[in-house]
């Protein structure tokens, strides 16, 4: 139901942009998030916005180099990610969660994933 796109190889320092789009079906009222999984790593938090965009919420590691967005009439959520660095390097992926309107770092309440999308970030 949702597919992210945009990942890729970057040098340390530069940046990217992901998007995600789902196919189906809106996700314009659900609160939507992005989280990442670096290679032999649990599945971490990245970033998540409130359905109308006015909230959002980073994990510190990210705070400041990544930007969450969300354009509702195109249906589409994006990060964008500067000055990526190697630590970056992993596979992310968008999820939405129905349950209420506030952006939260908890992956228990998201109910819908997406296939990810690699960034793998060299020094």
């Known amino acids: 139901q949702l597919q992210a796109s945009g990942g890729g190889l970057v040098q340390a320092g530069g940046s990217l942009r992901l998007s995600c789009a789902p196919s189906g079906r809106t996700f314009s009222r659900f609160v939507m998030g992005w989280f990442r999984q670096a290679p032999g790593k649990e599945r971490e938090f990245v970033a998540a916005i409130a359905w109308g965009g006015g909230s959002t919420t980073y994990a510190r590691s990210v705070y400041r180099r990544f930007t969450i967005s969300r354009d509702n009439a195109k249906n589409t959520l994006y990060l964008q990610m500067n000055r990526l660095r190697p630590e970056d390097t992993a596979v992310y992926y968008c999820?939405?969660?129905?349950?209420?309107?506030?952006?939260?770092?908890?992956?228990?309440?998201?109910?819908?994933w997406g296939q990810g999308t690699k960034v793998t970030v060299s020094s």
């Open positions: 999820a939405a969660t129905s349950g209420g309107d506030h952006p939260t770092s908890e992956a228990k309440y998201y109910d819908h």
